[in-house]
């Protein structure tokens, strides 16, 4: 690794892993942190609530169960804005509330500025949310972001819909395995990212990757000897729960090359 070389930084969810206070995943406060220590980009999850906005929470396998990160109770879906701007977010690694909330999607583009990236994870599944895509694209288009957002997907159906209507979009294709011939189906998606699990990434697929022009970002990475296998595999990028971690890490491998 060198200063060309060096990759990017990632906060899965806002960084998750944070030195006390860590505040929650996918939160303001947690994006308010990543700027403050000037990361490279912000990993986010988006859904659509009932009456229509984009909204940022994870939701786990279940589809937006507001059980696993707030206080509140069933599915994100089926509850309007109004519904959702009483629950709170759960302190990390408790099921006490936070004082933070859910935030809209618009509400991080206004924080945010343009002053670092954003990978927005569209959460299409199991619930398909209609009009997602169109949505997404007339919210980049207003904010003027679409050189600082990227917008990946276990949905490739979505993705491609995206790339059909928008296709200077920048988008990452998520994968938990490998592919035959990730180029050309990444091509055919109209991705420019390849976002693959670390623990199924190998080197022979990172090369093929880069050799069909593809951005690797990988996720999720938190520990040093998580951090290096990254490296080895050539990320481009790497998702991270614990951002300052990783930036000290790179630091001295940045360092030990250089000494």
Partial sequence: MDNRTRPNIWAHRGGRRWADPTPPENSLAAFKKCLEAGIYG????VQKCKSGELVVLHGGVHG??????????????DKTWDELKAVR???PGSQDA???????LSEVFELVGGRCMLNIEIKNQPWPYEGIADDLIAM????????TVVLSSFDHGVLKAIHGKAPDLKL???????????????????????????????TAAAEEAHMAGLKINTWTATTADEFD??????????????PAALA?????????KQA
């Fill in 42 to 45: 912000i990993e986010l999850d």
């Fill in 64 to 77: 937006g169960d507001l059980a696993e990160t707030t206080d509140g109770e069933g599915l994100l879906k």
């Fill in 89 to 91: 977010l759960l302190k």
């Fill in 98 to 104: 936070s004082d933070e909330r859910i935030p809209l």
């Fill in 140 to 147: 980049i288009e207003k904010y003027k972001a679409a050189d």
């Fill in 172 to 202: 990452g294709l998520l994968i938990n395995g490998l592919l035959v011939d990730v180029g050309e189906y990444a091509e055919k998606v109209g991705c420019r990212f390849w976002h693959p699990y670390l623990g199924a990434l190998t």
């Fill in 229 to 242: 296998l990254a490296l080895k595999l050539g990320a481009d990028g790497i998702v991270t729960d614990d």
């Fill in 248 to 256: 000290g890490h790179l630091d001295k491998v940045l360092a030990a």
